[in-house]
Protein backbone atom coordinates (compact mmCIF):
# COMPACT_ATOMS: atom_id res chain seq x y z
CA UNK A 1 0.00 0.00 0.00
CA UNK A 2 1.38 3.43 -0.99
CA UNK A 3 0.08 7.19 -0.34
CA UNK A 4 0.34 10.05 -2.31
CA UNK A 5 -1.67 13.06 -3.20
CA UNK A 6 -2.50 17.08 -2.26
CA UNK A 7 -4.43 19.29 0.13
CA UNK A 8 -5.13 22.54 -1.36
CA UNK A 9 -6.90 25.62 0.73
CA UNK A 10 -7.31 28.43 -1.43
CA UNK A 11 -8.81 32.26 -0.41
CA UNK A 12 -9.48 34.77 -2.71
CA UNK A 13 -11.58 37.71 -0.85
CA UNK A 14 -12.30 41.41 -1.96
CA UNK A 15 -13.68 44.11 0.52
CA UNK A 16 -14.80 47.38 -1.54
CA UNK A 17 -15.63 50.14 -0.20
CA UNK A 18 -15.26 54.61 -0.50
CA UNK A 19 -13.10 56.64 1.82
CA UNK A 20 -13.87 60.50 0.52
CA UNK A 21 -13.82 60.87 -2.96
CA UNK A 22 -12.26 57.52 -3.88
CA UNK A 23 -13.00 54.08 -4.03
CA UNK A 24 -11.07 51.80 -1.77
CA UNK A 25 -10.07 47.93 -2.34
CA UNK A 26 -8.85 45.42 -0.17
CA UNK A 27 -7.54 42.60 -1.79
CA UNK A 28 -6.50 39.12 -0.76
CA UNK A 29 -5.31 36.29 -3.20
CA UNK A 30 -3.84 33.07 -3.17
CA UNK A 31 -0.39 34.33 -3.58
CA UNK A 32 -0.72 35.83 -0.14
CA UNK A 33 -2.03 32.57 1.51
CA UNK A 34 -1.44 29.87 -0.96
CA UNK A 35 -1.77 25.86 0.98
CA UNK A 36 -0.66 23.56 -1.73
CA UNK A 37 0.73 20.40 -0.30
CA UNK A 38 1.66 17.48 -1.49
CA UNK A 39 2.34 14.69 0.78
CA UNK A 40 4.68 11.22 -0.53
CA UNK A 41 4.30 7.99 1.32
CA UNK A 42 6.74 7.62 4.06
CA UNK A 43 6.80 9.10 7.56
CA UNK A 44 8.96 11.85 7.16
CA UNK A 45 8.49 15.22 6.68
CA UNK A 46 5.60 16.05 3.86
CA UNK A 47 4.91 12.38 4.05
CA UNK A 48 2.06 9.88 4.88
CA UNK A 49 1.20 6.08 5.13
CA UNK A 50 -2.44 6.01 5.19
CA UNK A 51 -5.95 7.82 5.37
CA UNK A 52 -9.47 7.08 6.76
CA UNK A 53 -12.47 9.25 5.43
CA UNK A 54 -16.07 8.55 6.25
CA UNK A 55 -19.15 10.49 6.10
CA UNK A 56 -20.99 10.02 9.63
CA UNK A 57 -24.32 10.78 11.72
CA UNK A 58 -24.83 11.69 15.13
CA UNK A 59 -28.60 11.63 16.64
CA UNK A 60 -29.80 14.68 19.04
CA UNK A 61 -27.49 14.58 21.73
CA UNK A 62 -24.81 11.70 20.59
CA UNK A 63 -21.52 11.32 20.52
CA UNK A 64 -18.50 8.84 19.26
CA UNK A 65 -15.41 8.24 20.08
CA UNK A 66 -12.92 6.84 17.49
CA UNK A 67 -10.40 5.46 18.59
CA UNK A 68 -7.34 6.49 16.08
CA UNK A 69 -4.68 3.01 17.10
CA UNK A 70 -6.74 -0.10 15.58
CA UNK A 71 -10.72 1.23 15.32
CA UNK A 72 -11.08 2.04 12.05
CA UNK A 73 -11.17 0.43 8.85
CA UNK A 74 -9.94 2.41 5.74
CA UNK A 75 -11.23 2.07 1.94
CA UNK A 76 -9.55 -1.15 1.12
CA UNK A 77 -10.54 -2.97 4.56
CA UNK A 78 -7.72 -2.87 6.34
CA UNK A 79 -7.48 -1.51 10.19
CA UNK A 80 -5.60 1.35 10.79
CA UNK A 81 -3.84 1.69 13.53
CA UNK A 82 -2.73 5.78 13.66
CA UNK A 83 1.16 6.67 15.01
CA UNK A 84 0.80 10.37 13.94
CA UNK A 85 -1.77 12.16 12.29
CA UNK A 86 -0.72 15.08 9.83
CA UNK A 87 -3.99 16.09 8.85
CA UNK A 88 -7.40 16.43 9.91
CA UNK A 89 -10.43 17.62 8.72
CA UNK A 90 -13.81 17.81 9.77
CA UNK A 91 -17.08 19.26 7.80
CA UNK A 92 -19.91 19.86 9.88
CA UNK A 93 -22.97 19.05 6.86
CA UNK A 94 -25.56 20.84 8.86
CA UNK A 95 -27.53 23.81 7.35
CA UNK A 96 -29.46 24.60 10.13
CA UNK A 97 -28.19 25.12 14.02
CA UNK A 98 -26.29 21.73 15.25
CA UNK A 99 -22.61 22.33 16.29
CA UNK A 100 -19.80 19.43 16.63
CA UNK A 101 -17.33 19.27 19.25
CA UNK A 102 -14.60 17.54 18.68
CA UNK A 103 -12.16 16.72 21.27
CA UNK A 104 -12.64 16.49 25.03
CA UNK A 105 -12.92 12.30 25.19
CA UNK A 106 -13.55 11.41 28.77
CA UNK A 107 -10.64 8.25 28.55
CA UNK A 108 -7.51 8.20 26.38
CA UNK A 109 -7.95 11.62 24.44
CA UNK A 110 -5.62 12.48 21.82
CA UNK A 111 -3.45 15.24 23.78
CA UNK A 112 -0.86 16.25 20.97
CA UNK A 113 -3.62 18.23 18.92
CA UNK A 114 -5.20 19.76 21.84
CA UNK A 115 -3.82 21.91 24.52
CA UNK A 116 -5.13 20.01 27.37
CA UNK A 117 -7.50 16.55 26.86
CA UNK A 118 -10.46 18.38 28.21
CA UNK A 119 -10.26 21.30 25.22
CA UNK A 120 -13.17 21.07 22.58
CA UNK A 121 -13.30 22.64 19.45
CA UNK A 122 -17.14 24.27 18.24
CA UNK A 123 -17.04 23.68 14.66
CA UNK A 124 -20.71 25.31 13.33
CA UNK A 125 -23.33 24.58 11.07
CA UNK A 126 -21.42 24.33 7.21
CA UNK A 127 -18.18 24.93 9.08
CA UNK A 128 -15.00 22.98 8.61
CA UNK A 129 -11.87 22.52 10.83
CA UNK A 130 -8.57 21.78 9.40
CA UNK A 131 -5.34 21.03 11.02
CA UNK A 132 -2.18 20.13 8.97
CA UNK A 133 1.51 19.90 10.02
CA UNK A 134 3.31 19.37 6.81
CA UNK A 135 7.29 20.01 6.81
CA UNK A 136 7.24 18.82 10.89
CA UNK A 137 9.13 15.51 11.36
CA UNK A 138 7.16 15.00 14.45
CA UNK A 139 3.41 15.43 13.55
CA UNK A 140 0.88 14.94 16.33
CA UNK A 141 1.53 11.96 17.92
CA UNK A 142 -0.74 8.86 19.07
CA UNK A 143 -0.57 6.83 21.85
CA UNK A 144 -2.35 3.69 21.58
CA UNK A 145 -4.14 2.94 24.92
CA UNK A 146 -3.89 6.29 26.11
CA UNK A 147 -3.94 9.18 23.78
CA UNK A 148 -5.85 7.61 20.72
CA UNK A 149 -9.62 8.46 21.39
CA UNK A 150 -10.94 11.31 18.97
CA UNK A 151 -14.55 12.23 20.58
CA UNK A 152 -16.98 13.40 18.04
CA UNK A 153 -20.14 15.13 19.91
CA UNK A 154 -23.47 16.65 18.07
CA UNK A 155 -24.16 19.69 20.04
CA UNK A 156 -27.62 21.37 20.69
CA UNK A 157 -29.78 22.72 17.43
CA UNK A 158 -31.94 20.54 15.45
CA UNK A 159 -33.41 17.82 16.56
CA UNK A 160 -32.99 15.94 13.08
CA UNK A 161 -29.63 13.84 12.75
CA UNK A 162 -26.28 15.53 11.92
CA UNK A 163 -23.89 14.57 9.16
CA UNK A 164 -20.31 15.28 9.14
CA UNK A 165 -17.27 14.71 7.21
CA UNK A 166 -14.14 13.43 7.98
CA UNK A 167 -10.96 13.24 6.75
CA UNK A 168 -7.55 11.39 8.76
CA UNK A 169 -4.22 11.87 7.00
CA UNK A 170 -1.47 10.04 8.73
CA UNK A 171 1.63 7.58 9.61
CA UNK A 172 1.46 3.99 10.80
CA UNK A 173 5.12 3.31 11.69
Keep these: ?8 LGVDMKLTGTSGLAADLDSLTNANLALALTLTDGSGAN ?7 DRRTLAAGAS ?4 LAGGLTN ?10 VRALIIKNNDTVNT ?16 GNVSDLIVVRPEGVFA ?22 ARG ?18
Design 64 to 67: EDLD
Design 47 to 53: QAQTMWH
Design 75 to 84: GLGETITFTN
Design 131 to 152: LYCGNDTNPYAITAGSADILQI
Design 156 to 173: LGSPSDTTYDIIIIGTTS
Design 99 to 114: TLGVGNASTNAVSTIF
Design 1 to 8: MALSGSIN
